[in-house]
Every structure is written in C-alpha cells, then in structure tokens.
C-alpha cells in the first residue's frame, strides 16, 4: 500500500509537471529524532514546565484511590497504573488487569452497552460486594489494559494523515479494506476500536467506569493549555466529498461531567489533577526503536513481503514528521478468529484497529484481549482482512518466522521485557528489607530465593496452565505494596459468596470463590448469583510468612480460652483442621503451613494445578484446561515456598522514638495485646514479633454475614498479624478499613471493650498508639 | 489513495491558474447569524406560528430564558420565578403555547402571560408536541444521566403519567422527543435507540435498528418521518410508511435537531456546527455550509421566510452558557 500510494502520487505530480525522469519513490517526511525516549519517559521536546507536569501527572496515575477519595460505589481498580503498568507506568498490563465488556444484541440487530457504560465493574462497596451481570447481556469480550507510550503523537494527526491509507471498499483488491471509525466528525484513533477522539474523554472514561472517580470535562482553557491543544473552538471540522472530513489538532472531549452516589462530593478529581493526568499521557515518549541487526533487517523485510504492512503501515505523516508507529488506526474486519461482538460507534463486533507495533516487546500479552502469550502467537491468530499476511507468515520458515518476531520486538522496549513486572535484572534487597531475605542467602540458598522470586513474579501464560478461571496470573499480581511480597489494593481483593440461612452457611457446589476473569474471552466466571453473601477478602502481606510458619502450634495453642476462662471477654480458639492440624495462615486461619499455603494460592487463585501430595489437602490436581497437569512442578512449588518463607518480616522503624514507646504501653494497657500477643516462639525458642495469636476471634459487628470456612465461623477471623502495618493499607478481611484508625474503629464482639478503651484515649494517646502501630 | 487525488487536484488547479469559484445555482442560501445570543445562555428549542413570533426556549441550568424573534430583535419573555432550564416549545396559536423543561417544568402562554403547571414529576422534560391544546403530549427523563422515563399526556386541562408497556429494548430512562400527524398517530423517541407509536389506543415499540439515543423527529405526512440522533456521530432513521431505514451518517457529528417541509428533504443540524441535509431517500448528506462554527447546534425549524437553528456551547458544562441563533432562506425545493 505505501508503494502504491507513492506511484500514484508521482502520477498527480506528472500530470502537473509534465516531467516523467522524476525519481519515483514517495519519500515521507523524515522520522524526528526528539519523540523517542526509554519506555515511561517524556518527549525530549517538552518544555521545563511540561516536565513538572509530567511527574505531577504519573503521581496521579500511581495514585490509591481510596473510598474516601472517590473509589466507587463499584469499582475494577483502585489507580489508573494498575492497568497500564507493564513494563512501567503508561504501559499494558498483565492478564490479572483484564477486564471486561458487555452489551445486549437485540433482535433488530442492534447493539446495547450493559454494565456500567458498557464495562462488567466487579466491586461494590455497599450491598452484595459482586456486581451482578446486567440483565440481558448476551456478549461478553475480555479487553487487555493498552499501553499509552506516544498517544500525544497520535493526537497530533490529522484525520487526512489516517485517511490516506483507508481503502473501505478495497479498491485496489489486495484483500485488506481498512475504514475509519468517527467521532464527532473527527477520525477515531485511540482504543482497540479506534472509538475514541480525544485523550481526555479515553482518560475521564475508564476513571469513572474503572475506579467510579467522577470528574468534570476541562474548561477550554485548560483544554488549550494540554501538550496537545484541544479546546473546542480550536478545532476546525469541515466535511469534504474527497476525505470525508477534515479536522486538525486534538478534538475537544465530550460528555458531561460524571456523577455518582457514593456520597464523596463531585467532582471527585479536581480539574488540576485531571490535567495532569491527561498531560502525562499526552507527553509519553514514543518507545525508542533498536538498531536493527543482520537478523531483524531480514525480519524487517519479510514483514513486507508478507504483507503486514498493509495495516501495519510503518509510518504516518505528523506535524513532527513522519512517526513510526506501526499502524493505519483504521479498523480492519479481523473475521471471526478475532471478533468480539462489541460494537463502537463504526466499528462492528469483528472490526479492529490496527494495533501500534512501536513498543511492542515488553507488553504482552497481545491481542485485544490478551489471549497471545507470545508475538508468535498473536500473529498466528489473526484471521479476516489478514489471513493472507497471517497465512505467508505461517508458510515461511521457522528462521523466517523468528526474524520476523526480531525485527517486531526491536520496535522499542525490549530492554524492559521481562516474564513478569520485575525489572530485569532486578536485584535482591538486603537482607532485612522489604522484599530481600531474612537473613543472608548464599550459593544455593540465595539462588533458590531468586528462582522463588520469579516464579512468585513472572505472569503465567495460558500455555502453562493460566485458569480456566483466575483471579491473579502471578503471585505478585496481588502481592506487591509496597513491594513483592506485600499486600494488594481493594482492586485486587478475593470474592468469596455462598448461602447463609438462619446463621448457618452453605457453600455453593463448586466452592466459595468467584473468580474474576476466565481464560476463554467470552466468558464471565461463574457465581451462583442468587447467593445470600458475597465477601470480599483483602490481600495479605506475606512478609516474615516463614516465621509464623514455624511457630510451634503448642504455642498457639497455649493462649486459647474458648470459655473465656479469665473473664476477660476474649476467647480465641485454635483453627483445628480435620486432619488435627492446627491452622495459621490465611484469614480464617484455614491453612496450616507455608506449603500448603503455595499450593492452594496457585491453584485458587491461577488455576495451577499442583502435583499430588498424599499428605496435603490443599490445591488442584485436575482442572478444565488443555494443560497437561500438574502445571507446576514440585520443584517449583518448592522453590515458590522457599522465597515467601525467607521474605524478611517488615523491618521495624522508629522503635525508640517516645511516642512509639508509650503507644506500645497503651496497646498493652488498652487491652489489645489480648489477641495481637507481641511475640509468640517458633519450635527454636526464637520470639516471633508478629502481634497475632494466630487464633480465631469473634470481631464482627452485630447481625454480620459472611463465608464460614471450617471452624471459622461467619464471625470468625484469624487475628492479623500487625508487622508491616504502616504499608499494607488497606485494612480488614475485607480491605473495608483504609486506615489504622478505622480498622480499631471496626473492631467489635470479642473486641468491644478494647475498642471503647481507645475510644476514650485522649487525642494525645491515641497519636501515640498509632505512632507504635506504624513502627511495626 | 485518495490523499493522491486530492493533491492531484491541488496540482491541476495550480497549474491552470484557474482562481475561479464561480457560482454554484443549486447553492442553497447562506446561512447568518439571526442575532447575537451570546449572553442568552445555551439555546435549545426553536418554533413559532409565524415568521415574525419565533419562541427560542434555553437559559442556563438554573434559570430558564425564552427570547420571542420577530425576525429582528428577539426580546427576553417575562418567566414565572425559579424557572430552570427550558428545552423545548409547541403551540397550536400565538395564544396556546406550550413550553417544557428541566425539573419538569411546563408553561403555558395564553396570550398575555404563563401558567405553570402541574406535571406531578421532577425529571426533566425534553420534548412537547400536541395534535390539539387538550391532547398534548411531553417527554422527559434525566438525559444523559440516569433517570425515570416519563411520558405525560394533557387532557382536560391535567397532565398525567402514562406508562409505556414493556419494552424489549433495555435500560431506557428518558424519551427525548415527541412528535406526531394526528392524535392517532404519535411518536416518541429516546434514549438507547427508543422509538414507541401511539395509534389512538396504545403505545407499541418499534425496534429500528439502532441503539444510539435518538433525539429528535419531524415529517410532513405519517409515511414521511426522519428521526435523528447520536452522541457521537450523526444517525438517522426513517420511515416511509412501510418501513424503518436507519442508518448511520459519520462523519458527520452527533445531530439533535430536525425539521422537513418538502418530503424529500431532511433538514439536520447538530453537534460542532454542524448543518447538513439529508435525502430522504437516499439518505445522502450534504452540508449545509457554515464554516468556522464549533458550538452545536439543537434545533431547527422552518418557516415561509426560511430556516431558523439555535444552539450553543454545551460542552461548556460550567459555564459561561453562550447561545447561538442563525438563519437562512429556504429555497424552492427544500
């Protein structure tokens, strides 16, 4: 196509000049050096106060939302990083991040979005804690996050600058038809659909779809002052018989503001921080490509001669120049191997755009909805407007096809790709820190804690074994604040539902976890809807999880008082498991050891399944996939077990200051040591500073309903151990607490008369009491 | 390809030289502005019994405003007190108007001064459209927010809630417009694609093949009707007394106004300026040339002395409201 564009052009020129020895190559505009920067980085052409700007805006995009900010009242995630975090900020993200589509087909044939304007949200923070599907639905597609690096660019384009490459009725026969999508009169450029005009209004979307953050649309003035101006009266639209339309620079974003009846006050992002997200993304650097080698130039080559480069045209035609992005943005019918039945404006539930290529190698997975776990992959599952270029590409050598996969990821980034979100490379901390060993590791230990370390990181694909329905793709998916290993924000929280009748629980048929994402794309997990209680379990830091775990259960045991013997209103009983284990970890104390904690997180939460363990209950050894079982191997489990059993516990701070000191004289003269006993001794002897018993307790409210699990009650919780607390917000089993002072607020039952002792601390003592849980 | 042709193009005409634009006779005439409207705050519903006494209903979201036209000077009317945003107008008599609007607001115009009336409903009202002054109909529900869909009928002097049967199309809270021929032949349309008939006796849903919100509707006779809508990009449905022809006109932005006198003719205008007619039957668009406007147009409507849009910055949510008013003469065959 660019060959062809460039003959005829020549020939327009002919018929001007009449002179036929002009060279007949098309020669774009040269590619400008200063839009290229590392994956994350801003334009090199920004001024000193975009750059302020800049970081202003990722702060905002890496920031936790909270309830209280906003968050809700339903809700996929809690910070606009969590979907565009791979490799870093501005990026894609990994299969956990997926989310979901929805929509109504009638019987005239139209398309009805469902959901919270067409998005499945997951949370509630009120009522039954899972968002039902909406009535009615009959189409369901997986979206995978989409990386912004160089949309500014994108921006920047002229509608003609897309237009030249449509061919809608495929004129000139090449089997690949290409149609823009519109909005508003402007040619469509951003989402899987090209559905959307304005960086503003694919911004203000998601947070409130995503997050429920309402905002308001940015006065023109502020519209004029983006990288990318956009103010309304700015842009032009005129309708010609020869393009259509004609538009220049960033259209203004639609819509009215967003509202919402979570009882924060709208807008609940100020227009400062809505500009500067918007600036942010405006201003990320095109991915830097990487000099092609001998091997990449011949990968180059064949993706032309193969076709690829009738979509995936390399440049288009910027005011900057020509930008080589690796895409027409027009939307090509991809048949039915691809089609998703969502609809966009133009664009058909079969139709696509043609995704940018720059910055590919570090975002996987591909496609839409991430189904590819590999480039390789990914190019073999088109089908429609590409089957031919798919079809050359199967048909060409393994070198072929393997150069062809050199030249794609030399498009930039592949210096950050890694198997997870780890950077490469990654080192370990020191011994102590967050994230490093407990103690110092060396030769075999330390290279086990490494092996540990990626399992626990990387993302697992659907060729290993990823599902059939998942809630996490990696262990770190939900274990990373403040770093691996560490808790998860309230987008990441387990749901766990069944049947409460009369204060007796059932669990449903299939067990009391309802995943979030499914590996077939079309496909919601299933729920049993219609159950009485939906609870949401928050994810817990695993820091020092080796210690607990070799606390010896006669110690845990010792400070049971299932009649409450000494009166104190505290009972506390040990989580006897039917095999006469006693439980420790997880928030019903269901789990008895570390190891079974690995093999019943990866197959609950990723659907591994694990090898048989004559001796444990815990995990899967079959499952519904087309993966060969186990998948995941005993050495790797051993490995993945090694790593959280030697993750140093949370290195304790401020332990001397004074009011750290007379804060743990409170919690101990307050009463709260009673279940959160400082130290407990593992079989060595050696105290375990964890501030739990490790037993059950009834803390929850009156008329509270929620999953029983074993011994443990509806009301039941294991008490959480307090180390690392200061890092591990949000708080509660069920992330309901966002700070320390609302999660003592919510203690009750067993906990009723601590509680009221910190009520009637003064504000002086209760600072103190918190200067001492944050030490921890 | 094309962006070859369209350089050809530009080539040639530099190479003959030719600065030749002359006249186009199908050229329909140019549109002006009417009046300044740039403190009138947004302008939404524009009708009149005569060319000489147009009612052009808006204001800003808490204070109604509606200008009388006369073709040169459009005068502030006299509103009842707290008066929000008004949307939409429809009368039978420079005496007997009526005009609808947010929190469900409804006025009537005797002739001399307005009676607010009771609709027993706080959504906003949208749209009014009656067969006679006792059988009026008015259409609301939040807008793009969520809300109730109301369908309210006078009769007898007193409005009351009607209720839609069961609809197939899910999730419509808010009729946007209503229109009809008779008292036996009345349309609404709404949000989601909605389109329900009233034939005397009861409303039935016709599922048209859209499920874009539709906003507004006109025709010249019960086989000849255009409904436009689209948030996003310009929709049209039609019916020919037959069927339902939808299809939908990007490029061409969102629309939210329409009007007909000759039966194939569709007058639409819409979001960032834009003005265009459509054929009925073909359902070809030609725009109605008026460059450099970015604010949207609403409404239009027509008359002997020619067409009259009003609209304004609406995407200016805070504010200032700013309106627009343009007009042109109608030619012959439009």
Redesign the interface.
Known sequence: MKKTVGVLMLTAAFACTGDDDGDDTYVPPPIPSNIFAPMGEIVPFATAEQREIFERGKEVAERRITPEMGLGPDFNVTFCASCHEKPVTGGSAPRYRNFLLVGQELSDGSFTATGKNGVQTQFELEGPSRVPTAEGTNVIATRNGIPFFGVGLLAELTNEAILVNADPDDADGDGISGRPNYDRGFVGRFGRKSQTVSIEGFIRGPLFNHLGVTTVPLSEERKAALPVPSAADSNVRALTAEYGTTGHGQAAAPDEPTVDEDGVIDPEMSEQDLFDLIAFAMLLAAPAPDALDDAGERGERAFMDMGCDGCHVPTLVSPRGSIPVYSDLLLHDMGPELADGIRMKEATGSEFRTQPLWGLAPTGPFLHDGRADTIDDAIRMHGGEATAARDAYLAATEGTRGEVVTFLEALGGKSKKTDGLLPPNAPVPAPGEYGGPAAALTGADAEQFVRGRKIFDDDTKLGAGLGPTFNGDSCRACHFDPVIGGSGPLGLNVMRHGYVDNGVFTPPANGTMAHKIASDPEQRPPAEEQASVFEMRQTPPLFGLGMIDRISEVNIIGNEDPMDVDGDGIRGIAHVLPDGRIGRLGWKANVPSLAEFSRDATSNEIGLTVPEDATSPFGFLTDEDDVADPEITQPELDDLTFFMENLAPPPRVNATDAAVVRGEMLFDSVGCTGCHIPTLQDEDGNDVPLYSDLLLHDVAPPNAVGIADGMASIRHFRTSPLWGLRDTAPYLHDGSATTIEQAIAAHEAEADAVRMNVEMLSAQERADLLAFLESL | ?????????A??V??NGSGDDGGDDDTPPAWTEAFDAENDGWLLSVWGVAPNDLWIAGGQPDAGRLLRYDGTAATPADLPAETPLLNWSYGFAADDVFVVGNEGTILHWDGSAFTVESSSTTQNLWGVWGASSDDVWAVGGNG??EGDLTLLRRQNGVWSHVALPEL????VNALFKVWGTSANNVYAVGQ??TVVHFDGTEWTEA?????EDLIALWGTSADRIAIVGG???GQIVTWDGSNWNYQ?L?????LNGVWMRDPDVIHVVG????L?KVDFTSLE?T?DGL??E??DFHAVYGHSEGLTTVGG?F????GPYRGIAYERGLAADE
Do not use: F
């Open positions: 390809m094309k962006r070859t042709t369209l350089l050809a193009a080539l040639l530099a190479c793009r927010q197939e199309r899910p999730r989601r694609g599922l048209v093949g859209t499920s948030r996003n990009n939908s990007a490029p061409l932005p969102g979001v960032s300026g834009t265009a668009t725009e460059s450099g970015a604010r910055n995407l200016q949510v805070q």
